[in-house]
């Protein structure tokens, strides 16, 4: 490994040709796209590089959550199932905790909320309060919480964060999209990860949806993190928010029978069962 007179990107001299580093992660992402599942000595012939080169490679692919190591290789992360499909698994349990996030918040505060399945439902929960300000990414969250005229109906100012159209869920992302959050002090992020373990914290699939979150966590005083039984114990590609900093988990008691579920209970500072 060396460096270019300008002291630029690290490279591998092959044959007598260097290849940058960007390069190298670009031909195992090709590879892992193709095969889902790669060896090391596949990719030790395809670069032409040493195994040490290929080694440090996928330490680093794994730490931006783009695969997972395993003896002898690598195998290409798993999708997240579309929201679309999401939004029709295990509805009770995310409903039953999206009643329960309600009494974690307390007066006119404000509120970070990101976009999945389970705030969506937290969006119906807190329509019948007021003088909450929620800032948010989830176009679901906010035509959920939206004025309809009715005198009566309690009232919370809605912010919906600008930013790209998500291709993955009715949702701003983007650079946009974070450079906006950064503008808000939030009391409270309520956020909804794909997974959550004792080691990662919260994760999510999606690297702009971690971003968002990210960003969230980072101006929020307190996070409050919404996950079902079937989300603890597993961890996504992306983590977002560490365990030390999650101040409440909101789950179910089925959680309780996650093997992993005792030593996520004592990282966390607090859990409610919903």
Known sequence: MGADAAGSRPLSIV????????????RIRALLSTLQRVSTER???DLNVSRETVRRDLLDLEALGELKRVHGGAIRVD???????????????????????VGVIAGAQTLFIDAGTTTALLAEELAS?????????????????????????????????????????????????VA???????DVALLSPVG???????????????????????????VVILADFGKIGLGSRISFCGVERIGTLITNRKAESVDTFPLLSQAVKRIEFA
């Open 196 to 222: 959550v373990d004792h080691l990662h914290g919260a994760t999510n699939y999606d690297r702009a949806d971690a971003e968002v979150a990210r960003a969230m966590v980072a101006n929020a005083r307190d």
């Open 180 to 186: 906006e959050i950064h503008r808000y002090r939030a």
């Open 15 to 26: 044959l007598g040709s260097p290849m940058w580093q960007e390069d190298r992660y670009q």
């Open 79 to 101: 999708d997240e199932p579309p929201i679309a499909e999401r939004a029709h698994t295990r509805i009770k349990a995310k409903a039953a905790i999206a009643h329960a996030a």
């Open 129 to 177: 309060l007021s003088n909450l300000t929620i800032v948010t990414n989830s176009i679901d969250v906010a035509l959920k919480l939206r004025p309809i005229g009715d005198a009566t109906r309690a009232r919370n100012d809605v912010i919906l964060l600008g930013g790209t159209i998500s291709d993955r869920a009715a949702a701003t992302v983007g650079d946009a999209t």
């Open 43 to 45: 990719i030790m012939a």
